[in-house]
């Protein structure tokens, strides 16, 4: 079945820097478009970029310039580097796909930013 596995969040400082992994299982990776959405506390879940099969990025405006997502086809793991982090981006971050019309979901990791 389809497996989303989100990790490498944590606590940083205003202005640091995070990298976050999601790992996929039970599909063909390699022929998907991958998205991360996130959702702040008391908020609705926002979507913050994807990135194609071939490797095309699309990003939200609140993640124009500061992150960046790429993907490793061979490793079946989706990427979403995060830069110069304000105390906005707190949040939890989650990966997904849509395959047959049936959206999936990770569970999430969370990003503290603290001032």
Do not use: H
Request: charged content about 15%; some cysteine.
């Amino acid at each position: 079945q389809v497996q989303l596995v989100e990790s490498g969040g944590g606590k940083v400082q205003v202005g640091g820097s995070l990298k976050l992994s999601c790992v996929a299982s039970g599909f063909f990776f390699n022929s998907v478009t991958m998205a991360w959405y996130r959702q702040a506390p008391g908020k609705a879940r926002e979507w913050v970029g994807r990135i194609s099969a071939g490797g095309i990025t699309t990003y939200a405006d609140l993640a124009k310039g500061r992150f960046t997502i790429s993907r490793n086809n061979t490793e079946k793991v989706m990427f979403l580097q995060l830069d110069n982090l304000s105390t906005d981006d707190t949040a939890t971050y989650y990966c997904n796909t849509v395959r047959y019309s049936t959206t999936y979901w990770g569970q999430g990791t969370q990003v503290i930013v603290s001032s």
